[in-house]
């Protein structure tokens, strides 16, 4: 028993004599490791960010019966503008103008915000290879063989590193591009529809329900066929401007230019094109977690700034001093636009849309009911 005990405590001391040789040989190792190269993509910190917006054209769209102003007609005659000798010709417009967008995706402008790297060279302050070195400040960043370990290659840094220091460059580059362009897809989801006193009740219950999310899109999007409404989807990265357009280009003489000829006279009517249905543009960004009020609901929100209209036309007949000459309509435009904060995953009524103005519909508003997701990438 005696020889035991005597033996345990003999090797217990060898294990305690062995440790600090061991966390040294550790210290020695991490000095010693091999430095690797390694390429990393900042495309996004170097390259502005792109905005999709919609453009709403020219042509301003008001409530009342209107008719377009008519454009440019050709001169005819001799010597005219794109006229020959005699006959003379009239000019319908080779682009007409439109609403903005076109087809079932809106077309659409963009515009752009500087890149992060832009910025930091605008306001005299460090590069981001910079930002690198002083985040990882306790790591040496000088060589012995006099050759650098970081270099920009413009959308791209090539480093020369330990596999440690890679990890930690890596993590940080991760949060900072995080940080300054958002690292998240979202969908959003939208419907139009048009309600009356009793619809309201309805839908003030159906989304602040319990059912599931999957329910409620359904019972909405029923509702919204049943009342002749609209209902958009929209993949967009967050902070980033996009937009989605449906509806109809609908032809529409604006009014006519006399056309002469051998012997004969007729008008010739001009024709434009009028962007008819529904536009959606929408941001989004993400709501850090400590600016969100801890209040036992989820924390998962993202502010939505939002621009959406839907342009409808009412036929009123043609007018019978220009019959056949003027195409006149009842137009009606719902605007809505603002900024909202929405829950992830739950449905929220957004806006009531301004009163329609058509004497058919018996809907007194049009509200407008989001739905914004995240897609795992």
Not at 34 to 42: C, E, N, Q
Not at 110 to 136: M, T
Not at 173 to 201: F, H
Request: glycine share 12%; with cysteine.
């Amino acid at each position: 028993m005696v020889r035991l005990l005597g033996l345990l405590l003999l090797m217990s001391g060898m294990l305690a004599s062995s440790a600090p040789c061991s966390a040294q040989e550790a210290a020695v190792a991490d000095a010693i490791q091999p430095l690797v190269v390694k390429f990393y993509d900042i495309t996004p910190l170097v390259t502005p960010r792109q905005h999709h917006r919609f453009n709403v054209g020219s042509v301003q769209v008001t409530g009342g019966d209107m008719g377009l102003a008519g454009g440019q007609g050709g001169v005819g005659g001799g010597g005219g503008q794109m006229g020959g000798g005699g006959g003379g010709f009239f000019n319908v417009p080779a682009e007409p103008v439109q609403m903005g967008g076109g087809g079932f995706v809106g077309g659409g402008y963009d515009d752009h915000e500087p890149s992060l790297k832009s910025s930091l060279e605008d306001l005299g302050g460090p590069s981001i290879v910079d930002l690198i070195q002083y985040a990882l400040a306790d790591e040496s960043w000088e060589s012995e063989d006099g050759l650098s370990l970081i270099d920009d290659l413009g959308h791209s840094l090539m480093i020369r590193q330990t596999e440690k220091v890679h990890a930690e460059i890596a993590k940080f580059l991760k949060e900072l591009t995080s940080s300054v362009v958002g690292n998240q897809t979202y969908r959003l989801e939208a419907w139009w529809i048009p309600v009356d006193m009793a619809d309201r009740g309805n839908i003030e219950q159906m989304i602040a329900g319990e059912s599931e999310v999957e329910d409620v899109r359904q019972q909405l999007t029923t509702l919204q066929e049943a009342k002749s409404g609209h209902h958009g989807t929209l993949i967009c990265r967050e902070r980033l401007t996009n937009h989605v357009a449906s509806g109809n280009h609908v032809p529409v003489i604006s009014g006519s230019v006399p056309v002469v000829g051998e012997g004969v006279t007729g008008d010739q009517p001009i024709v434009r094109t009028l962007f008819l249905g529904l536009m959606l543009e929408a941001t989004v960004q993400a709501v850090p977690e400590y600016s969100v009020a801890k209040d036992g609901k989820s924390t998962d929100q993202a502010d939505v700034t939002f621009r959406t209209f839907v342009t409808s036309r009412d036929d009123k007949g043609q007018d019978a001093a220009n019959a056949g000459k003027i195409d006149r309509y009842s137009l009606a435009k719902e605007a809505a636009e603002g900024t909202c904060r929405l829950r992830v995953g739950r449905p929220t009524l957004v806006s009531s849309l301004s009163e329609r103005t058509s004497e058919k519909s018996s809907s007194s508003e049009l509200q407008l009911i989001m739905l914004l997701t995240g897609i795992d990438e």
